[in-house]
């Protein structure tokens, strides 16, 4: 099947299976992240306690990790959970908020990274930073363009073996042997709290029924740029954009995800090395 074969059907499958998506993440953007996982069709489950948090990953479809906010359980916590979400089987997304700018948490997401997870999803700043280099962002806002973040995404792909997607005003995403270039979205999604751990979310709930890491966060991408931009069109402003946002995801077609505009393999295998 083609790509965009395999979009169509990854969201019909995410809302004939309703994936239980195991989600570690925000506190702050908790509501949030649960209300776009039913909105695309998933089944979120908060469960982040230590000593429930490794014994559930088994029974859930997938795993969402965002170390946006830290705290001293889930430091034990989010490595134990994701070293059995490994053993299970079970495919989880990382999430590396403000990776770069906050050495615990850097620390911790680098340590990570030994349980493979099937996705990395962050900004071109975290992607860069996340593999070892030197980036330009503060905080959780990026400084780099997505484009300058390609070769720590391929660094990191040949390290733990994940999909790597890079938000930006064009996303990009790459498993090391194509990279694909999904535009659109909307710059309200900057002006509200949660949308990137949101997109982390969705993320997940693809991975759940997705054979191909690929396919799932190339799906997850497509659904959001098209929700924010129809979004974007009905919102007076930040605080009417986040319902109508979910309003759109929830109202996606199979039609709409795979639209060959809105996904398109940019080029196959990493770029040649300078001369």
Same mark, same amino acid.
């Given at each position: 099947?083609?790509?965009?074969?395999?979009?169509?059907?990854?969201?019909?499958?995410?809302?004939?299976?309703?994936?239980?998506?195991?989600?570690?993440?925000?506190?702050?953007? /908790?509501?949030?992240?649960?209300?776009?996982?039913?909105?695309?069709?998933?089944?979120?489950?908060?469960?982040?306690?230590?000593?429930?948090?490794?014994?559930?990953?088994?029974?859930?479809?997938?795993?969402?990790?965002?170390?946006?906010?830290?705290?001293?359980?889930?430091?034990? /916590?989010?490595?134990? %959970?994701?070293?059995?979400? +490994?053993?299970?089987?079970?495919?989880?997304?990382?999430?590396?908020?403000?990776?770069?700018?906050?050495?615990?948490?850097?620390?911790?997401?680098?340590?990570?990274?030994?349980?493979?997870?099937?996705?990395?999803?962050?900004?071109?700043?975290?992607?860069?930073?996340?593999?070892?280099?030197?980036?330009?962002?503060?905080?959780?806002?990026?400084?780099?363009?997505?484009?300058?973040?390609?070769?720590?995404?391929?660094?990191?792909?040949?390290?733990?073996?994940?999909?790597?997607?890079?938000?930006?005003?064009?996303?990009?995403?790459?498993?090391?042997?194509?990279?694909?270039?999904?535009?659109?979205?909307?710059?309200?999604? %900057?002006?509200?709290?949660?949308?990137?751990?949101?997109?982390?979310?969705?993320?997940?709930?693809?991975?759940?029924?997705?054979?191909?890491?690929?396919?799932?966060?190339?799906?997850?991408?497509?659904?959001?740029?098209?929700?924010?931009?129809?979004?974007?069109?009905?919102?007076?402003?930040?605080?009417?954009?986040?319902?109508?946002?979910?309003?759109?995801?929830?109202?996606?077609?199979?039609?709409?995800?795979?639209?060959? +505009?809105?996904? +398109?393999? +940019?080029?196959?295998?990493?770029?040649?090395?300078?001369?």
């Amino acid at each position: 099947m083609t790509l965009h074969n395999n979009l169509s059907t990854a969201l019909t499958d995410l809302r004939r299976r309703t994936p239980l998506v195991q989600c570690m993440t925000n506190e702050v953007t /908790t509501n949030f992240v649960a209300n776009a996982i039913l909105a695309v069709g998933g089944s979120p489950a908060m469960a982040a306690d230590p000593g429930e948090a490794d014994d559930f990953v088994a029974l859930a479809s997938a795993l969402l990790i965002n170390v946006g906010t830290l705290s001293t359980d889930k430091r034990v /916590t989010i490595p134990l %959970t994701a070293h059995a979400a +490994e053993k299970a089987g079970t495919p989880w997304v990382l999430d590396p908020v403000a990776v770069g700018a906050l050495q615990p948490r850097t620390r911790l997401a680098k340590f990570i990274l030994d349980f493979h997870p099937s996705v990395i999803r962050g900004n071109a700043s975290e992607i860069i930073a996340l593999s070892g280099g030197v980036s330009a962002g503060k905080g959780v806002d990026s400084g780099d363009d997505p484009s300058s973040a390609l070769p720590a995404a391929f660094a990191l792909n040949e390290r733990c073996g994940a999909v790597i997607a890079i938000s930006g005003a064009t996303d990009l995403i790459t498993d090391g042997k194509q990279v694909v270039r999904t535009p659109g979205g909307s710059l309200l999604s %900057t002006k509200i709290t949660g949308a990137g751990c949101a997109l982390g979310g969705v993320t997940a709930a693809f991975a759940g029924v997705c054979a191909s890491p690929l396919v799932a966060a190339v799906a997850a991408s497509v659904a959001f740029n098209i929700a924010a931009e129809r979004a974007e069109k009905l919102a007076a402003g930040p605080g009417t954009y986040q319902p109508h946002f979910l309003d759109e995801l929830y109202a996606l077609t199979p039609e709409d995800v795979s639209a060959p +505009e809105r996904s +398109e393999i +940019e080029n196959a295998g990493k770029p040649e090395a300078e001369a």
